[in-house]
């Protein structure tokens, strides 16, 4: 696995994307627990997430049509520039009454996001050959969660002694990173060409909804994608429960401080360490389609321990072990849908297939986080997310039962039009 790092151009990115995410968690962790301890209440910090999750909705299916478009690591340079500049208003947040500016910082960095997943997904597949797939996706995850590992430890400790200020500093400089990287590499001229001819790009504001909708028809023409997007919808309903009411349910339920809840996420990216270097080491035994399944599964049965086994024995060992625990299968599930959609999308639909993945995520990520923001107060962080894990369970069954089969005779339904075209 490690090998696939001696492709320079997949180096750069993953070094680049290593330290940038890095900065990433530190604001991950640090503005949920500054905007709740300064306001005491989880509807203010489900506002605040929901801010930053509203460009996903509103430009990911188009930004991934864009990525189709453009020079990917062009786009990916430029948005990671503009990130970087647009967290610094974030310096002036000192109180309640300059808190408005989080919610403006936090819908222009989500807007400007947009473009560099869908660019960075459809580009992976050129740096690295098909069979190398699994272990680059393996290989990302551990450098994902290796950020995850150092950036929710130091967000904690940096929240709670130097305040917010050098969080978003650090963060700033990260995107600067990348951008360094990004403009290191050398990429042969088709892998970043734009397969259009001059009338296309003449017509090209005409065309816009046309290859929109083009993404959106591929995901409901092709049953494992349809399945891929029918799972996920369910589980980020979950993930937005969960994001806004673990923070709650650490400090109000559990009695535990922002040190704490930092490394909670650290904790899962030690899982999410062992999962990827096991995954990238065994990976090759499992098709991606079982993969997906049996990891999504393990992880919402581990969430519902995490949730339920600290109300009866708030030992916080255990919790750090179940959180380690619940690591290993979420990136075997991240790394099994990455590479089905890499595997079962062409070239030129892939950057808007990821965004349309990163749309229809992030519409049920805010609804997770309204109902926890509406409910969460009334009914309790505990009940709210035992929804979440149950949801998790539910959606892994399904891909469990139905993915396998699907991607077979999807697989061989291209084979026979290979064939047919040969």
């Known amino acids: 696995m490690l090998a696939i790092l001696r492709q320079r151009n997949f180096a750069l990115l993953w070094f680049g994307g290593l330290i940038s995410m890095t900065g990433d968690w530190l604001l991950r962790i640090g503005l949920p627990v500054y905007v709740y301890s300064l306001t005491g209440s989880a509807f203010a910090t489900s506002i605040m997430l929901i801010t930053g999750f509203l460009p996903d909705v509103l430009l990911g299916s188009v930004a991934g049509v864009f990525a189709d478009r453009w020079d990917r690591r062009k786009t990916m340079l430029t948005s990671n520039l503009l990130l970087a500049f647009g967290l610094l208003p974030l310096l002036a947040v000192h109180s309640k009454d300059t808190l408005w500016l989080v919610y403006i910082v936090q819908f222009f960095e989500g807007c400007v996001s947009q473009f560099v997943f869908p660019a960075e997904s459809a580009l992976i597949p050129h740096l690295v050959s098909e069979e190398q797939l699994v272990s680059a996706n393996a290989l990302k995850s551990i450098g994902q969660n290796t950020a995850r590992l150092v950036g929710s430890a130091l967000g904690g400790l940096l929240i709670g002694s130097l305040g917010l200020s050098s969080s978003v500093l650090l963060d700033a400089v990260s995107f600067l990173f990348v951008c360094s990287m990004l403009s290191l590499m050398r990429l042969p001229a088709p892998a970043v060409k734009v397969k259009h001819t001059p009338a296309h790009v003449a017509s090209a504001e005409k065309n816009l909804l046309r290859e929109w909708l083009e993404g959106l028809q591929l995901i409901f023409r092709v049953r494992p994608l349809t399945i891929l997007f029918l799972m996920f919808a369910v589980q980020s309903i979950g993930e937005g429960v969960f994001s806004v009411l673990l923070v709650v349910f650490v400090e ?145 069954l399904l891909g469990l039962f139905t993915l396998g089969r699907m991607v077979k005779k999807q697989q061989e339904k291209q084979n026979a039009e290979l064939i047919a075209k040969a």
């Open 252 to 396: 109000k339920v559990l009695g535990y401080g922002a040190v704490v809840y930092g490394s909670l996420g650290s904790m899962q990216a030690v899982g999410s360490l062992l999962g990827g270097a096991i995954i990238g080491l065994l990976g090759k035994r499992y098709t991606p389609a079982r993969l997906v399944g049996i990891c999504i599964c393990l992880f919402g049965i581990i969430d519902l321990l995490i949730i339920n086994i600290p109300l009866f024995i708030p030992n916080l060992l255990i919790i750090w072990a179940l959180f380690i625990l619940v690591g290993i299968p979420g990136i075997g599930a991240m790394v099994g849908v990455y590479s089905l959609f890499q595997s079962l999308v062409a070239d030129e639909l892939r950057g808007r297939v990821f965004g349309a993945f990163i749309t229809i995520e992030a519409l049920m990520v805010l609804v997770g986080m309204g109902l926890a923001g509406l409910l969460g107060d009334h009914l309790g962080a505990p009940l709210m997310l035992n929804i979440q894990g149950s949801a998790y369970t539910l959606s892994g």
